[in-house]
């Protein structure tokens, strides 16, 4: 929880995975999950070095049918195709200062 100097009341940061962002919505990465398994990690490392880290702008741009798989994520100047298992690990909050 945060609050300013003026007394404002406090704001909380709303925290969600990727997978639950709607389509178009910028979006600011805070963390990737930090599975258990082997296969998790081997996972989440991958998405970490493509550029999954805290502080990056991140979009949905278009979503597969049905079932919303796959998912079209924008980051940076790159769109990459993730599952919604794979979006579901990257944990994020709508808003993006930096993006384009």
């Given at each position: ?10 704001t909380?940061a ?12 910028w979006?600011?990465?805070?963390d ?5 398994d ?14 999954f ?9 278009a ?32 808003g ?5």
């Amino acid at each position: 929880m945060r609050t300013t100097d003026f007394g404002a009341a406090p704001t909380t940061a709303v925290a969600l995975r990727l997978d639950q962002l709607p389509n178009n919505q910028w979006a600011t990465v805070l963390d990737v999950a930090r599975p258990e398994d082997a296969d998790g990690r081997e996972l989440v490392l991958r998405l970490t070095e493509i550029g999954f880290v805290p502080g990056e702008a991140v979009r949905i741009v278009a979503s597969g049918v049905p079932g919303r798989e796959p998912l079209a994520v924008r980051l940076g100047h790159t769109t990459f195709a993730l599952r919604r298992h794979e979006a579901a690990l990257i944990h994020v909050t709508p808003g993006a200062a930096n993006h384009g």
